[in-house]
């Protein structure tokens, strides 16, 4: 299978730029440049940054040249510290992953959410599609419903056609339904071209990694579950992830899992347990990864919580 150079080991910068206030306060002071320090000294090679469209656009459809200097202020810090960087675009006017706190839909049915989304990937083209191979686009964060694939192969294909007139040779990011599911990669048409790699994300057994989760009714918020308990081991990811490597090996693509993690109410020595299962089976078949989260969002790998397993965690990464 394809390995995705440069994009092996990773950390995603949630929060700042998407699922937040939006408050200037906010996005001048939650991720600085010494973050990216930081997480370069954590022998990673590249971050994730998850930005919403409202952050780059005006409301009046224009672009907001101070919601781009966040992300060149990424490009800028990710080229100082040796690190690749991958644009993720984590809610489009008209859809949102989280249905239970944002006011986003119609997308997949509305030719005018579509151009907009097309319009936006254009001009984040045109501003960053140059700095091929240290940047790379994530098209849009977890399609929710298997209805919208049909749609989504259409909506992306396009999307890429349009990108590829202006950075014919950047690194693109497609994922599948159920929120970029391993298993429903499968359903994803063949890539676009060689520069397109198959994403998908993980946080399974659900019960374990978001046991205590009060923001999805797929939780009981009461229930916990030990590592051991959770019949989590090597072979479970293999099965997991298998259709998905079928996958890009048919078409002579890669895998990336763009999101993985453990809740912190999971304890700091199951959390290791769970990070060096899944990593191993990243590391036997070349799956680049970012692990969520670098700071805060329920998932911190920079949090107290874990400051004496810290080490070793991130070596696990």
């Known amino acids: 299978m394809k390995k995705m150079i440069g994009f092996n080991k990773g950390v995603n910068f949630g929060g700042w730029l998407s699922q937040c206030n939006y408050e200037k306060e906010h996005l001048d002071t939650f991720i600085t440049e010494n973050d990216f320090k930081i997480a370069a000294s954590w022998g990673l090679d590249h971050i994730r940054v998850p930005f919403d469209y409202n952050i780059l656009e005006n409301e009046d459809g224009s672009f907001s040249e101070e919601g781009f200097a966040y992300l060149d202020m990424a490009v800028n810090a990710c080229k100082a510290n040796g690190l690749n960087l991958i644009l993720d675009l984590h809610k489009t006017a008209g859809f949102s992953f989280d249905y239970y706190a944002e006011n986003e839909s119609g997308f997949f049915d509305s030719q005018e959410y579509q151009e907009r989304f097309y319009r936006l990937w254009e001009e984040v083209a045109r501003r960053y599609g140059s700095l091929t191979p240290n940047v790379a686009f994530e098209l849009l964060n977890e399609v929710t419903d298997a209805d919208f694939i049909g749609a989504w192969n259409r909506i992306a294909n396009e999307c890429i056609r349009r990108i590829r007139k202006i950075a014919p040779n950047i690194l693109i990011l497609v994922g599948s339904y159920w929120n970029n599911s391993a ?74 899992c763009g999101e993985y993690g453990c809740i912190d109410v999971v304890s700091p020595e199951d959390t290791i347990k769970w990070y060096r299962t899944i ?39």
């Not at 998908?200 to 990694?209: A, G, N, Q, V």
């Not at 692990?291 to 400051?307: P, V």
Request: net charge negative; glycine share 4%; proline share 3%.
């Open 279 to 317: 990593n191993a089976v990243f590391r036997k078949h070349d799956i680049g990864r970012a692990a969520w989260n670098y700071k805060a969002m329920d998932f911190g790998l920079s949090d107290d919580r874990l400051k004496d397993v810290h080490d070793e965690l991130i070596n696990l990464l």
């Open 183 to 256: 298993a429903t990669v499968q359903y994803l048409d063949a890539p676009y071209d060689e520069n397109v790699f198959y994403n998908m994300h993980c946080y399974e057994p659900l019960k374990f990694t978001h046991q205590g989760a009060y923001w999805t009714t797929d939780i009981i918020p009461e229930e916990r579950m030990a590592f051991e308990e959770s019949v989590t081991s090597e072979e479970y990811f293999e099965e997991l992830f298998s259709t998905a490597i079928a996958k890009a090996e048919k078409h002579g693509s890669g895998l990336y």
